[in-house]
């Protein structure tokens, strides 16, 4: 099992830079996996900058589709249904919505980005750790993505999926760890399906 450091030191430069050959083609392997992943099933944790910890399931279905399920007893739900991610708050009936592209979580669920164009290798401290930070520098609001892989040969292009840490515009941090993994299973669009918190209606 693979362990994650501390999120900051996720993100941290070190002294040694992998080489330009090194990096595009460790981008070139990401790339590859991203694109042989149709879709997935993971347990999550989800830690926030005041250290909260929240579990739930993540289902994604490409393209364009993502789906944070909650642990029971939680009023959030975080849903993309293939145009935007949406953010829901059961407890207070408000949703937010954001264009998939504007959202670092666009480069799990959009096969159609080049990541070489905007994403770069950071040193990850171990040689079987692949750590890969995506960043458009031209559109900082969107935030930007630092993404783990273990290597593993029986993966989706020779890597695995450990997790991420997202930066939103607003400085907000949050560490994701998946456990579990399963690629390219069965499943339903339904599963994307949300009921509006305003009406307590069903959005497709």
């Known amino acids: 099992m693979i362990r994650f450091a501390p999120a900051a030191a996720l993100v941290a430069v070190a002294a040694a830079i992998p080489s330009a050959s090194a990096q595009q083609g460790d981008l070139a392997a990401v790339q590859a996996h991203l694109r042989s992943v149709d879709s997935m099933t993971a347990a999550f944790s989800q830690t926030d900058r005041a250290g909260k910890v929240l579990t739930g399931t993540l289902t994604l279905k490409k393209p364009g589709r993502i789906r944070f399920q909650y642990e029971k007893g939680v009023p959030i739900l ?49 040689p079987n750790v692949l750590s890969v930070e995506a960043y458009d520098a031209k559109r900082p609001e969107y935030g930007r993505i630092t993404m783990i892989f273990e290597r593993q040969a029986s993966a989706p292009g020779g890597l695995m999926l450990q997790g991420w840490v997202a930066l939103d515009s607003q400085k907000n941090r949050t560490t994701v760890r998946l456990s579990n993994q399963r690629f390219n299973v069965p499943v339903s669009d339904n599963t994307f399906r949300f009921n509006d918190p305003r009406r307590g209606t069903r959005r497709n």
């Open 78 to 126: 975080i849903v993309g249904d293939g145009k935007a991610i949406w953010f829901l708050d059961y407890s207070v009936g408000q949703r937010s919505r954001w264009p998939i592209g504007d959202s670092p979580l666009g480069v799990l669920i959009d096969p159609s980005r080049d990541i070489s164009k905007y994403a770069k290798v950071v040193p990850s401290g171990s």
